[in-house]
Structure formats: C-alpha cells, structure tokens
C-alpha cells in the first residue's frame, strides 16, 4: 500500500511539473519580445523558452538549458552574468529584483521573482527578459521631442480628436496669457475669434485626415479678450500605430514673422 501511494505520489508531481511547463511555454509563445527562464535554488536552468533573447548575436540556442548560470561565465558578458546572480539570489530569498542591460545594441528589461513551493519556502526563481528596445527608442524620443517644445520661442498646443487641449508649452502662456493649467482640458476653440469657427473647424478636418496646414495668416484671442495676429500651422499627432490621435499648432505672433 505504501508502495502504492510513494507511487502515485510520485507521478502526481510529474503530472505538476508537466503541466507547469506547458503553462510556462504558453505563457512564453503568447507574451512577443520576451524569454523566460526557470532557474532552481543551484541556480541551474530548468526551462529556457521564448524569442527575445535569440536577438543578440552572441545567443546560441542551447546556450542556456540544463545549465548552472555560473558556468556561462565564458559566453555571457561579465556585467550581465554578475547581475543574472544577484537578481537570481535575491529571488531564491524572496526579493522580487529588477535590472536592465544593453548589449549589441538592444536593451532588455529583466525581472526575476521568487516562485514559492510548499508552504513559504522559495522553490525556484522565474526570470521574464524583455526586449524594450523600441519602448526606450521611444521614450528618449518624447523626451527629446518634450525639451524641443518646452524651449520654443512659438507658441505649441496639441489638442485631442475632441478639440479639447491637452498639451501646452511656455510660449503658449506668454502668447495668449493662460497657465498651463487653465488651458489643458478646455477647447482650443476658444483661441479662435467667433467668426473664423467654422473655418477652423474644416482645418482640424484636414488635419485630422493627416494633412499638414502649412503657416497661413489668422487672428487669435488671448485670455483678456484682446486679439493678435498670428502666423500658425497645424499639423497632426500620431499614436504608437500611426493613427492620427490629435493635432498640434504652432502660432507665432505676426510682428515676429522672419524677413
């Protein structure tokens, strides 16, 4: 009988451990960008499964399956594999640690967590590495972007598809005489005299058919009421796929209009 129960004891933990890599490799096919690694408290890799980390030059595909991470020393950059350690070690003591390295030209994200066993004891370490190569590209870009807007000597608001403001720079305040905070969240419509409505509205058309309103002559309204003479140009804002979510304007008072 106790043969009987050892047995299928046994074979329930198989079962387990079966079912929890097929969750792994799924989890790892459906999450793009990114490799996954399940790695024990020897610090020897259990499962290696997923595309990101096949992007760097130097990744073979067996490189990391069945091994110690202290054996990799001769195939992983130093600074990576002392990093790998430590974050690994952190986890088996039930410290979620994060980390990012760049190599080759690409940047990954990683983030091992402690993955517990029976009761609250740390049984092995799942370790996510990510690919955001794009997303910091992307990040440097806004910033950059961010300081070109802030530093301008125009004047710089964007608005969303409802025409509501929701970025506004320096010069904008000087301009027209509102903060920041008074203009973000109200429409850009007001900005522009009552008779010239209907014209705006059918360049924020064309704007929003992803057609750039090249500088043409206007007025516009500041915040007493007072109104300027104006060059603007409208162009839109795209999102992450391209799609225009927005436009923004670039107005510069027409005293200021270059020989």
């Known amino acids: 009988m106790e043969d009987g129960a050892e047995t299928r004891k046994v074979a329930g933990a198989k079962e387990r451990l079966r079912h929890s890599e097929l969750l792994h490799r799924t989890l790892t096919a459906n999450v793009p960008d990114a490799s996954m690694f399940l790695i024990d ?52 003591a039930g410290e979620r640690r994060e980390f990012e390295f760049t190599s080759a030209g690409l940047t990954y994200e990683v983030t091992a967590v402690p993955v517990p066993g029976q009761g609250d004891d740390v049984q092995s370490v799942l370790a996510v590495v990510r690919d955001v190569t794009a997303r910091r590209a992307a990040e440097t870009d806004r910033a950059r972007l961010a300081g070109i807007v802030s530093g301008s000597d125009d004047a710089i608001h964007a608005s969303d598809l409802d025409g509501q403001i929701t970025d506004w720079n320096d ?47 206007t007025e516009r309204v500041r915040r007493d009421g007072s109104r300027l003479p104006v060059w603007v140009s409208l162009s839109a804002v795209r999102g992450a796929g391209g799609a225009t979510i927005g436009a923004a304007t670039i107005a510069r008072e027409l005293r200021d209009r270059p020989a």
Do not use: K
């Open 171 to 217: 010069s904008a305040t000087r301009l027209y005489g509102y903060e920041p905070e008074t203009a973000i969240g109200r429409p850009a419509a007001m900005l522009v005299p009552p008779e010239r409505h209907d014209d705006h509205l059918m360049l924020l058309r064309r704007v929003h058919n992803g057609e750039r309103v090249g500088h043409f002559e």
């Open 41 to 92: 408290r020897d610090l020897r890799i259990l499962i290696a499964e997923g595309e990101g980390v096949r992007r760097l030059p130097w990744m073979d595909e067996d490189l990391f399956r069945g091994r110690a991470i202290a054996d990799l020393d001769r195939e992983l950059p130093a600074e990576i594999l002392s990093e790998a350690i430590d974050s690994c070690q952190a986890a088996l």
